[in-house]
């Protein structure tokens, strides 16, 4: 597939089990997308030489040569130092201490620049998705964990140490589940698909019955987004009621980041959104309407994401 050859960039969403690398105009058009699959074992090179295939597969299929590319932008899950171009901390992969957008722009020849995944994907959803009209607004994705992004007049709000808007990590339960970050009773903890998977799970151990059995894939077993989509439309009673309760856990998160930052909107994405927000998203707006604190103006809608896995690239 050929495509003009002019103001053309590369969007490089680095995640725990894929790498998808997209080709976008200026404008905003998505000309063509690679996906391949995140090396689960290895080093930091393995890593390198996958986003590099990713990066190579894009440009084959769309028949456009590096001299074109004008930018390349690369967003990891965990946390990252934007002006140095490294990662500090990242899941599921070994990135620290490697320049990594020193080496894809060497690769590449463009200049290259680094985010969050989740922060990345907000400037998306403002730029042209869900927040596309709002001054100010936070994303929360939810998917094997739960990360979140603060847009405020178009820019991202780092903060003072780079991690400004990890809505995931306020403790909502003191004394809860424990939560990867090595804290307990975080937001993650008690509503990411992890959280939901481990609910799920000790359910089943103690002998209550569920379609989810019948409906994981025994490749990885994992309980993904579409097993529970899957599992709500067939009425499965364990599962609507886990989902049920994430739903008024994610709300109570919305009305805690409305009371704080204030936002025009609030954008719910990510993988457990995506394949369940039809069966979560009434839970969680009717809650946050029902908020009793007084305002002196409407405001502070919480909105699904538009973009999906476009999100990123943009």
Known sequence: M???????????????????????????????????????????????QAILSAIEGVLKKASVSKPHIRGIGIAVPGQVEPDSGFVLNTPNMNLVEVPLADRISAAVGAECRLGNDVRVGMLGEKWLGAARSAETAVGIFIGTGIGGGIISHGLIERG???????????I???GGPLCGCGNRGCFEALASR??????????????RRSVVTDLLD?????????????????????????VRDAAHIIALACLTVRHLVDPDVIVLGGGVIEACGRFMMPEITSTVQDDLLPAVRPG???????????????
């Open 2 to 48: 050929a495509v003009s050859e002019k103001d053309l960039y590369l969007g490089i969403d680095v995640g725990g089990t894929k790498i998808l690398a997209g080709l976008v105009s200026a404008g905003g058009e998505v000309y063509a997308r690679r996906r391949v699959a995140t090396p689960r074992d290895g080093g930091a090179e393995e890593a390198v």
């Open 160 to 170: 003072a140490r780079g991690i400004a808007g990890e809505v995931g990590h306020i």
């Open 172 to 174: 909502m339960q003191p």
């Open 194 to 207: 992890s959280a939901m998977e481990r609910r799920i799970a000790g359910a089943l151990a103690e002998g």
């Open 218 to 242: 025994t490749e990885d077993n994992l309980l993904k987004g579409k097993v529970l989509r899957a599992a709500l439309e067939a009425g499965d009673e364990l599962v609507g009621e886990v």
């Open 300 to 314: 502070g809608r919480v909105v699904q994401a538009e973009l999906g896995d476009d999100a990123v690239l943009l």
